[in-house]
C-alpha cells in the first residue's frame, strides 16, 4: 500500500485469503494509464525486497455491467467434485454471467460454496430453472437468490410437516390403530408422488380411520421425531429475525403441542372430526391441499408485510408444488422426482440446517 501510495491510485476492491499457510492479497485499483509502467517496476523492486511473490496484470474494464442484476448462487453438499462447479460456470457463462468472487461460508453440517455474479437481466425463476438443471444432472444441492441488501431483510420461511420438519407421515403413524396400515401407506405413497389427488386420497385414507380412538392421537404424538437440523434452522432463523410457518396436510390434533413447544409463527392443518370420543372418518373445516398450502404462504407473508420474494417454501411432495412454485426461493426437501423437477432447488441431505447456507445465513 505505501509502494502504491506514491501513485495517483484508487482502490477498487481488496480481499486477503490464507489457504494451506499462504497468504494471497489481492487488489483491484484504477490509475492513469500512464503510471502503468512506474508502478510496474516500483512493484518489482518491493517484491525482491521483501520476499513476496507479486503479479501484476493491466486492462481496460467496464465495471459496470449494463442492464445486469447481482445475484448470489450457494452450492452445498458433504462431498463437492470439481465437476459439478464446472457444470454449474458453464451455464452461468451460457447466460452471459460473469462470477465477481467466489468464497467458503460453511464447513458444517455441509461444505458451502457462494458465488456472486452479475448478470443480464433475465427473470430470478429463468436463471434459478435452468441451474437447478444442471444441479439435479450433477448430483448437487444449489440455490440462486439476488444479491444484495434484499438477502438480508426478514423473510418469511414456510415448511411443510410430514416428511420434511418431522420424519414421519401422522396419518400412516395413525394407521397402525386402524388395522389397516398397509392400505393408508400405500395410498400415501402414492399422493405424495402425485399419482393421484391429494384430497381425494385424503379423505379416503381418513375414512380408513373410522372408530380408532381419539386417545391414540397422544401415543401417534409420542411416536414423532423431528427431522436433523429442524430446531437448529428455526432457532437460526428466529435470531435473526426471519419468521417460521408450517402448512401441513395432517392433522392440527396431533402437531399443534409439537409446533408450540418450537414457538412455529403461523401454521394450519387439518381438523379431525371426533365424536363420542372416536375418530368420524370424516374432516371438519378446509380440506388443506396444494392450492391450500399456497394461499397459507400469501396470506401469512401478507400479515408479515413480506413480499413473495421473500419468502422460502420447503416440501417433499406433490400437495407441496404449488406453495414451492409460490415462493420466491422454493426448495425440495428430500423430495419425489415431480416436485425436483418443479423446485428452484433440492436438498439431498436429510439435514434441515442445509437451508441456512443457501439463505446466505452463517450458523
Do not use: C
Amino acid at each position: 500500500m505505501t509502494t502504491l501510495a506514491q501513485f495517483s491510485v484508487t482502490i477498487l476492491d481488496i480481499e486477503q485469503l490464507i489457504i494451506r499457510d499462504r497468504l494471497l492479497l489481492t487488489v483491484l485499483v484504477s490509475l492513469d494509464e500512464a503510471h502503468s509502467e512506474a508502478v510496474l517496476e516500483d512493484l518489482d523492486i518491493l517484491q525482491k525486497e521483501i520476499g513476496l511473490d507479486i503479479a501484476v496484470d493491466f486492462a481496460q474494464q467496464n465495471l459496470t455491467l449494463a442492464n445486469s442484476e447481482n445475484l448470489r448462487v450457494v452450492i452445498v453438499g458433504e462431498n463437492i467434485k470439481p465437476a459439478g462447479i464446472a457444470a454449474v460456470a458453464g451455464q452461468i457463462a451460457l447466460l452471459g454471467g460473469n462470477i465477481t468472487s467466489i468464497k467458503r461460508t460453511t464447513t458444517d453440517p455441509l461444505l458451502a460454496i457462494e458465488l456472486d455474479l452479475t448478470i443480464p437481466n433475465h427473470s430470478l425463476k429463468k436463471v434459478q430453472g435452468e441451474l437447478a438443471k444442471v444441479a439435479i444432472e450433477n448430483k448437487i444441492d444449489l440455490a440462486v437468490e439476488a444479491g444484495g441488501p434484499t438477502r438480508k431483510s426478514k423473510r418469511l420461511v414456510m415448511l411443510d410437516m410430514d416428511s420434511t420438519l418431522i420424519e414421519q407421515e401422522v396419518i400412516d403413524l395413525l394407521g397402525t390403530y386402524s388395522g389397516k396400515t398397509d392400505q393408508i401407506a400405500q395410498i400415501t405413497k402414492s399422493a405424495m408422488a402425485g399419482e393421484i389427488d391429494f384430497q381425494e386420497a385424503l379423505l379416503t385414507r381418513v375414512e380408513l380411520l373410522s372408530g380408532v380412538s381419539e386417545s391414540v392421537i397422544e401415543k401417534v404424538r409420542d411416536q414423532i421425531s423431528l427431522t436433523k437440523g429442524a430446531q437448529t434452522l428455526i432457532q437460526e432463523l428466529h435470531k435473526i429475525g426471519h419468521k417460521v410457518g408450517v402448512v401441513s396436510g395432517g392433522f392440527i390434533d396431533v402437531i399443534e403441542p409439537i409446533l408450540k413447544s418450537l414457538k412455529i409463527d403461523y401454521y394450519v392443518a387439518n381438523k379431525l372430526e371426533i365424536s363420542n370420543g372416536l375418530l368420524t372418518g370424516r374432516i371438519t373445516g378446509p380440506i388443506i391441499d396444494s392450492m391450500a398450502k399456497k394461499k397459507a404462504l400469501e396470506d401469512f407473508a401478507a400479515q408479515e408485510n413480506v413480499s413473495l420474494n421473500q419468502t422460502v417454501a420447503i416440501g417433499d411432495g406433490a400437495n407441496d408444488l404449488e406453495m414451492i412454485k409460490a415462493a420466491g426461493l422454493g426448495i425440495a426437501f428430500n423430495a419425489k422426482p415431480k416436485v425436483v423437477a418443479a423446485a428452484d432447488t433440492t436438498i439431498s441431505t436429510k439435514d434441515l440446517a442445509a437451508v441456512l447456507p443457501l439463505m446466505g445465513i452463517s450458523f
